[in-house]
Structure formats: C-alpha cells, structure tokens
C-alpha cells in the first residue's frame, strides 16, 4: 500500500515539474511584454478556444486599423543611446560591464549600422504576418474572393515601416494564392493616406497645426511634473549605484528613458534581456507609468483635441460600414498601417478603457490598477471592426470590435460585445456629422505682440479690431502714393 502511494506520488510529481517549469518560463517570459507601447506584439494561444461568433451569425467583412510592426529605435534613440554607451564605456574602461552575473555590452548593436530609424524588423514582418494568418483562419468567410482591388483594400500611411507592414500582412492573407512564378506570389495595391506632413487619415496630430500647440507645447504640464518628480529622482539614483558610475556621471531623465528602451528594443528584436537586468519590477512599473502619462496627454482622454482629431478615420470606417450593408461597395476587407497615436486616439474615441480618476503625476500609487495603459498598443496592435450577417429576425447586421484579436465590450453597444450596425451608427452620428478637422485644427489669429493692433484688441471688440486693420491698409495704400 506504501509503495503504491509512494509510486503514485513520484508520478504526479514528474508529470507536475514539466508544468511548473513552463508556468515559471511563462512568468520570466511576461515582464518583458510590459514595455508599453515599446512591447512586442504578443499573442495567447491559450485564449483562442474563447473566441467565438454572434450566435446564428457569419463574419462578412472586416475593417482594421493596424499599427506597424516591431521596429528599430528612432534617429533620436540611437544617438542619445550612443551617448551614454560612450559616456559609460569611458567611466569603466571597458566595452562591458557586468551585472547580476549578466554582460551588458557598451558596444552599439551591430543592426543599427544597417538598418534606418524605426525601419521595421524582421521580428515586425513576422508579427504582421502572423496576424494575417489567424485572422484569415478566424474569419474565413471573408476571404472567400482572390484578391482583386474591389474587395480587398489596403491604406498605409506615408512611412517605411507601416507600408513595409501592409505588404507583410497583405502576404499572410493571400499566401499561395497569386499567379506569380513559382511560388504563386499575389501582389496588392497599397495606398498611401497622405503626404506624411499632411495625413488627416492616418496621421492627423502631424497635419494639425493646433496640436502642436494646444498638447505638444502646453498640454503635457503632469508628464514633466512627473519626469521631475521623486518616483524618477529615486529611480534614477537607483540606475547609478547599479552601474556603479554615482558621482562620475548625473544621469538625466533621457538617459534612464533610452536605458528603459534598451531593454524593449533589445529583447524586442534580439531577444536580448541584459540591459532589463538593470530593472527592477518597481523601475518597470515606474517607467510604464510615465510612458501611460506620455500617451494619456499626448493622444487620449487628457486632452480632448488628442482624440478629437481622430474623428477623419472614425468617419471613414463608419463609411465602409454603412456602404457595405448598403451594398453600394464590395469591399468585403479594409485594412489600415499607421503609428501608435492613431490607434491609441481610435480606441478612446470608441470609448475604451477610460478610469473614472485621471492620470496626473501625483497618484502614480492609486493608479496601480488603471484600465488605460500603453501595453494596449503594443507593436502591431490591431483594432477590428467585424460586420456579421445574421439570421435573427430583429437583427439581420451585428457589428463587433477586437482589440489585439480580443472582443471588447463597448460604450456605444451597452456594454455589450456585440450589438446591431445600427446601434453603433447612431452613437457616432453626432461624432461624424460634427467633424470639421480643419476648423478645430486651426489656429487662432493672433496679432505679433508689440504691434499697434494688440493693445487696441485688449480694449476693443473684433470687429473695430478688424475695421482698424482695414483703415491702417488704406492709410499704407496712400502713403505709397
């Protein structure tokens, strides 16, 4: 009777250890998809059984908003990294420097001498494709047509990387499929929003002239409150005992931020964690929370015009939506490439993961479990607008949204996963109809400071203001006669 249990016990314990294993693997392997929006494109298999269909309903088309894939560090990154790795190799004497038991190199990547700023990586390409893949499986019924221009679209913004994004995604739809050599390659058109400087599409902070400074220049004051705040100064003295340079090199808050970006890009695209051992959980948390504050202000619910100016690419997909239940397009798929801002506008547009207490940069404490983090839009991620035909009587068209290939409850449907197509049209209604990107963007008409026409605009109404313009124009007309 022992030795049976002993047996039995021995057994459960070798089939249990492999499970632990992978359990600590997973857990070793998670904090390094918390980086933000600097985080890999990360998928879970182990969800996938969950996702199912609208009972009754088929998936009939597709509208995506996907933001390009892994990608390179900024021009802007890779010389201020150079910086300190330069400064820090100086102070020890050494190409490395080592920590925990872990070698972390002073030398610069040996890619950045190959590839451009914020170029996409191969680790981006597989991503894009990777998506392609499972939503083309998931959704099948809408791929039931070859690829032809009216049925499929693809929209990229004016860079590099989102259309390189495009083209690795448009490859994992249409796979074999094409008439090309050997391979049956199937290329597809892509089309670009707009010029990169002027994109009301897919890039509207860069085309809005208020924007640069109603947020960018006086819209961000609790982001440099935090980055000046005690969280960072600990931090930061914390960075320099580990690396032994305190009182040899003052690392500034730019230099703690590209050693955060160190770690995302090196595990991100080498699988290359030694810079991380430098972080702590606290520092990550600390770090994340500044990135959240960066983004909250810079594109979502801090400022309302970071949003706002979304409303040119909710129109569009509502468009879509609308023409093709009306069958006056055939678009069954339209899928989009732009940059982190815009999807992180689209989804606080759609009301998604808002806190009832704003991010500011004196509760960093009570903010430990917000809905709004930047770990929302990792490199790669993706907003779906699924349109189903559906057998129900009361509603033949049911709309969903995933975000990053999960379905998501929403505002504008109650609550709900699903809802009618007319139920979410006539939420937005108001939004779309309403939308007048170049009158929110512009900017308002402001005499130099010092000009005659200034003092008389603080005492006076505009319209004297502008009837004084108008006498001093006819007074320099007859001064030049």
Known sequence: MAENLTYKVIVCILFTLPLLFRVQEASEQSKYYRFGTKTAYHYDNATASTRKFPGGCRPVHLNMVLRHGSRYPSKGDIRDSSDLLTKLKKIHSSPVFRYKNVNISFNKPPEWEDAEPKELSSAGEKEQYGIAKRFLSRFHDVFDKKYWNKYYKFVSSDRPRTARSAMSFAYGLFEDKGNVSSSNFQPVAITFSGDKDNDKLLLPYDACPRYATDVVHQGLGEVEKFNEGPEIKNLTKRLEERLQITGKLSLTFDFVE???????????????????????????????????????????????LSYEIICPLLSDIIQNLRDFSTKETEFHGVFRFTSSGTVISLLTMLGLFQDTTRLRADNYQQNDKRNFTSNLVPMSANVAVVLYACNSTETAVKLQVLVNEEPVALPCCDGKMTCSLDEFLSYFKETVDSCDFDEMCSLPLVPPTGSPTTALAQI?????????LLLLSFAAFFLKI
């Open 460 to 468: 006076t109404s505009p319209r004297l203001g502008s009837i004084f």
């Open 258 to 304: 590209k050693i955060f970006r160190l770690c995302a890009f090196g595990f991100m695209n080498r699988r290359d964690t030694s810079w991380c051992s430098l972080l702590e959980e606290e520092d990550i948390k600390v770090l994340k929370y500044q990135g959240d504050l960066q983004n909250y202000y810079e594109h979502s619910y801090g400022n309302k």
